[in-house]
């Protein structure tokens, strides 16, 4: 059974910085293509981050340059640096597995870890 | 990026209705656009993926249809438990998208 734990998230002041986990198993995180992804309170989802298997990652243009998304292969882990927090990064943020194409959908979701920028 | 326009954004339906979902991108995406079920205080959940393709488990009143910039996801007898927010999402772009969500609520 795939199962996906994110942790890290709490409450933060803005321009401040956290870091999220997402712990893996059944699932190879080196070898799936792994995002981020973050609804804020009542509205959508909004997709943020990817690495792939190569490791090759991509950022949504509302984060690239403050956010990083990495992996710790020995750990199974994903993790998401977030730099210089916005009061509009608040969000729950889940991490999520996709297929690779043709495919190409997000298959295994955490459950979230909810993260709130406030002064 | 690739805009995902979806419409409505809510409505109002019985039990045993059949309901349309539209979502439009702003540039081809070929069939590279799936469509998933979200549940208050639950993460999402695919229902459709390559535009037309069922994910294996999910019931067959379902349906998806489309291709290019225009897609519709289709409910053709409205159960309980289908009264959820739904949202489309772009996977052919590296930068993926979602469109705004369609919330599904009871009459």
């Known amino acids: 059974e795939v199962q996906l734990v994110e942790s890290g998230g709490g409450l933060i002041q803005p321009g401040g910085s956290l870091r999220l986990s997402c712990a893996a198993s059944?699932?190879?995180?080196?070898?799936?293509?792994m995002s981020w992804v973050r609804q804020a309170p009542g509205k959508g989802l909004e997709w943020v981050s990817v690495?792939?298997?190569?490791?090759?990652?991509y950022y949504a243009d509302s984060v690239k340059g403050r956010f990083t998304i990495s992996r710790d292969n020995s750990k199974n882990t994903l993790y998401l640096q977030m730099n210089t927090l916005r009061a509009e990064d608040t969000a729950v943020y889940y991490c999520a597995s996709e297929l690779p194409p043709p495919r190409a959908f997000f298959h295994y979701w955490g459950q979230g870890t909810l993260v709130t920028v406030s002064s | 990026d690739i805009q995902m326009t979806q419409s409505p954004s809510s409505l109002s339906a019985s039990v045993g209705d059949r309901v349309t979902i539209t979502c439009r991108a702003s540039?081809?995406?070929?069939?590279?656009l799936n469509w998933y079920q979200q549940k208050p205080g639950k993460a999402p959940k695919v229902l459709i993926y390559a535009a037309s393709s069922l994910q294996s488990g999910v019931p067959s009143r379902f349906s998806g249809s489309g291709s290019g910039t225009d897609f519709t996801l289709t409910i053709s007898s409205l159960q309980p438990e289908d009264f959820a927010t739904y949202y489309c999402q772009q996977s052919y772009s590296t930068l993926r998208t979602f469109g705004g969500g369609t919330k599904v609520e009871i009459k």
């Open positions: 540039q081809n995406v070929n069939n590279y």
């Open positions: 690495i792939y298997s190569l490791g090759t990652t």
């Open positions: 059944g699932l190879t995180v080196s070898s799936n293509y």
